[in-house]
Each structure stands twice: as structure tokens, then as C-alpha cells.
T-cell receptor, first 113, second 114 residues
Framework: EAQVTQNPRYLITVTGKKLTVTCSQN?????MSWYRQDPGLGLRQIYY???????DKGDVPEGYKVSRKEKRNFPLILESPSPNQTSLYFC????????????FGPGTRLTVL | AQSVTQLGSHVSVSEGALVLLRCNYS??????LFWYVQYPNQGLQLLLK??????LVKGINGFEAEFKKSETSFHLTKPSAHMSDAAEYFC????????????FGQGTRLTINP
């Protein structure tokens, strides 16, 4: 089954404790993105990657890091999480020439205390 | 720059009534437009997309949307609401073919009254 998977689905942590949210896709997509969803703001792009070792900032990159060492994986790293990063996070993937349609993972709900 | 405005953060309709969710966009280039649906505790699922072919686009679950360039709108409709349509709906714009950034509206939560 074609899908985007994320782990963990739920995470409660404390301020300053480094964490990584994993994302993997099995559709051989070149493009991958991370979004955060906040009430009243919709989804906003954090980072995106156009291929292995190629990443760039989205609209809200502060406090986040990403890496793309393999085509299928695109982890999101919070080196020193803060309460304002409490949010619902989505990973998405897509291919060139699909008019921008993106396939989304199930989401990771992060709470930073 | 692209932007999307969804009019109404909450819409409530009766079962069997018409569903109309409004979306207006701003784009400096011909847009690609999408409607996604998010059911409780799930990810986003594509409902339908406009990619410069037919202006009336049909999607899954009986939804359709009409692209109106003169009004910069892409409203989502369904003739008869079903209880299972209760969800949050997002309109999004992608500026260029192959561009990997979707700009989302704020979302509209649809409630269906029995």
C-alpha cells in the first residue's frame, strides 16, 4: 500500500529535550515536506526537500532541522523544543509533474511542556 | 506570492442540505487549486484538484468545485450533506506545476445536524 508513515503519532516532552519525528514514504517520491497545523492558521510549511541532500526552508523554519540522506526518509529534528512548538505535524511527499498534489502522513501530535 | 482565504471557520448544515464551503485565492500566476479533507484524528485526504483543465471539477464522495478566474474563487459544494461529511476542509493553492509548496487556507470545520 502506497503511504507516508510518521512516528511517533503522539509525543509529550519537556522544554529543551531534543527529539526527532521520523517520516518515511514508499512511493519513490522525490519531494518531501513538513507542515505544522495550528488552529485558525491552517497548515504552514516548515521545510521541504527536492531530493536527497537537497533541503530548503519553508515559511516557519525557526527551531527545526531536517535531513534527507535517503530518498524515502525525511526526519524532522527539534534540537531544543519550546512550548510554542506544541502542534500537529504532518509529513507529505509528491512527485514532479503532479501539479503540486501532495500525499500526507497521519500526523504527529507534539506537546512540549 | 500566493494566499488562500476560506470564508467561515465553522459551517453547520442539516443532513440532506446543500454544502457550500467558500475559498478565494490570490496568485500571480495561473494556480493549481486543491481541496483536502481531514477527518478526526486522521491526516489530509485529497478531495479534488483543479489543474487548468475543466473549470468544474468533480471529486470523491460527491463533492465538486468550480474554478472562477474572474472571482478568484474555488468554492466546494455537495448537493446533499451526509453525516459522514463532518470534518475539517482545507483549500490550498500551488503556484506552479511541480512546485512543492502548498499554501493552505485556515480551514473550515463542517458540522452536519441530524
Amino acid at each position: 500500500e502506497a503511504q507516508v508513515t510518521q512516528n511517533p503519532r503522539y509525543l509529550i516532552t519537556v522544554t529543551g529535550k531534543k527529539l526527532t519525528v521520523t517520516c518515511s514514504q514508499n512511493m519513490n517520491h522525490e519531494y518531501m515536506s513538513w507542515y505544522r497545523q495550528d488552529p485558525g492558521l491552517g497548515l504552514r510549511q516548515i521545510y521541504y526537500s527536492m531530493n536527497v541532500e537537497v533541503t530548503d526552508k519553508g515559511d516557519v523554519p525557526e527551531g527545526y532541522k531536517v535531513s534527507r540522506k535517503e530518498k524515502r526518509n525525511f526526519p524532522l529534528i527539534l534540537e531544543s523544543p519550546s512550548p510554542n512548538q506544541t502542534s500537529l505535524y504532518f509529513c507529505a511527499s509528491s512527485s514532479p509533474g503532479t501539479s503540486g498534489e501532495q500525499f500526507f502522513g497521519p500526523g504527529t501530535r507534539l506537546t512540549v511542556l | 506570492a500566493q494566499s488562500v482565504t476560506q470564508l467561515g471557520s465553522h459551517v453547520s448544515v442539516s443532513e440532506g442540505a446543500l454544502v457550500l464551503l467558500r475559498c478565494n485565492y490570490s496568485s500571480s500566476v495561473p494556480p493549481y487549486l486543491f481541496w483536502y479533507v481531514q477527518y478526526p484524528n486522521q491526516g489530509l485526504q485529497l478531495l479534488l484538484k483543479y489543474t487548468s483543465a475543466a473549470t468544474l471539477v468533480k471529486g470523491i464522495n460527491g463533492f465538486e468545485a468550480e474554478f472562477k478566474k474572474s472571482e478568484t474563487s474555488f468554492h466546494l459544494t455537495k448537493p446533499s450533506a451526509h453525516m459522514s461529511d463532518a470534518a475539517e476542509y482545507f483549500c490550498a493553492v500551488s503556484a506552479l506545476q511541480g512546485a512543492q509548496k502548498l499554501v493552505f487556507g485556515q480551514g473550515t470545520r463542517l458540522t452536519i445536524n441530524p
